[in-house]
């Protein structure tokens, strides 16, 4: 086999095996609660079902232009002034394939071969694997529950060295659900411009805070790389459809980029996509935010409740980064436990990088409250019994 031996370093996503084995077990009769799952687990919201049969029914399923739909690029521009107050030309907006497209294209035009970018460590398992990918090297910047999961100024600082290129981020962050405070997200963009290197910010997660509003990174400046998606606050994870902001200089580039890699994006994605800024849509969105705090609102303190520990609440995504130790030495052996034990599916902190990964674990509450209650009854009931 002639594989390239890149390939070493990218890793499968270690859950697909849990995931499998749970798989198996719900072809044997066993029921599963799945709180690994990282996508809302609601339909497509209405408004943006019918502008995709609309579309469709006309039959003229072309490509666009690689940047994206026009009109779809002023919808988001507006929706930066209407949630943030802020001006956005569309010019800088870059319709993509997903977040995960706006990441591709965003790197592609900056990483060089040798070239070193920090990531918080846990992170997005995906961003180092890019970063590998265009023959850069990933370099982590381990965060840990007492500075809530995020880098400070002076951290970055003194990990930036002469081979460092830029600094990834995420607010709110996977799979940690916490926030980078405006002021602390200033500093580090003020470092990082200091040092002449890039930002991206990953803010795939805006919409889906609770008790708090996200800022976004370009609300106080232009020399940022914001990437963004219809995946999560819009719950169209299916469809891939996602953007990217970027500095005008670098529009020409990634157009290039996006024309050779995938020449545009879904096109009815697209146009189903122009029904999310409606107030009906926003108003549906809105309400499945309420839903999700009030899940969390169930989750966390089960959780506690079980021995978890959980220092740095989760107050954005879908997710809690618990701290298992107090229950299990090796969280990657427990998730299989509580998977076959106890029927309940969660993500061991592994597949989040090397921080101590196997002291964690990610519950996502993408599932129904009277399932995140039956997950923890039977949580507590294997823990009882594995105790007595
Ligand atoms: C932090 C983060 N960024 C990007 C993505 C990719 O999202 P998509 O390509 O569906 O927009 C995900 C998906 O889980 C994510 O958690």
């Not at 989040?352 to 129904?368: D, I, K, L, W």
Request: aromatic share 8%; with cysteine; glycine share 6%.
């Amino acid at each position: 086999m002639n594989i390239a031996s890149r390939m070493a370093q990218i890793e499968p996503f270690h859950v697909m095996e849990l995931m499998a084995r749970a798989q198996t077990l719900e072809a044997e009769g066993k029921s599963i609660i799945h709180l690994e799952v990282g996508e809302p687990d609601f339909a497509t919201a209405d408004p943006i079902l019918e502008a995709a049969r609309a579309f469709l029914a006309g039959g003229h399923v072309h490509y666009t232009a690689a940047l994206g739909l026009a009109p779809l690029r002023e919808a988001v521009s507006g929706f930066y002034h209407a949630r943030y107050g802020i001006e956005v030309s569309p010019e800088r907006i870059v319709i993509t394939a997903g977040a995960s497209g706006a990441l591709l294209l965003a790197l592609g035009v900056l990483v060089n071969p040798g070239d070193e970018w920090l990531q918080p460590d846990p992170g997005y398992p995906c961003n180092r694997h890019f970063v590998r990918l265009l023959e850069g090297k990933a370099v982590p910047l381990p965060v840990d529950a007492a500075s809530n999961f995020q880098p400070d100024a002076a951290q970055l600082e003194s990990a930036w060295t002469s081979r460092t290129r830029g600094l990834m981020l995420a607010s709110p962050a996977n799979p940690t659900g916490t926030l980078i405070a405006p002021d602390v997200m200033d500093a580090l963009a003020d470092v990082v411009a200091k040092k002449s290197g890039s930002l991206l910010v990953d803010e795939i997660y805006h919409g889906l805070t609770y008790d708090i509003d996200a800022t976004t990174a370009l609300a106080t400046r232009d020399d940022v790389f914001v990437i963004n998606s219809f995946s999560k606050y819009f719950g169209m994870t299916g469809w891939r459809l996602g953007w990217l902001v970027a500095p005008q200089r670098y529009i020409k580039e990634i157009e290039k980029l996006a024309q050779n890699i995938y020449i545009a994006p879904s096109t009815l994605a697209q146009h189903a996509a122009l029904a999310a800024f409606k107030p009906e849509t926003i108003a549906i969105l809105e309400s499945r935010r309420q839903e999700f705090a009030a899940r969390r609102d169930i989750l966390v303190p089960g959780l506690r409740a079980l021995g978890f520990q959980i220092a740095a609440e989760s107050r954005g995504a879908f997710y809690v980064y618990a701290n298992s130790q107090k229950l299990a030495d090796d969280s990657f052996r427990f998730a299989g436990q509580l998977l076959t034990e106890a029927g309940v599916a969660a993500t061991p902190g592994l597949d989040f990088g090397s921080n101590a990964p196997e002291q964690h674990m990610r519950f996502a509450y993408t599932v129904a409250q009277p399932q995140i209650e039956e997950a923890l009854d039977r949580i507590a009931a294997y823990l009882a019994l594995r105790n007595s």
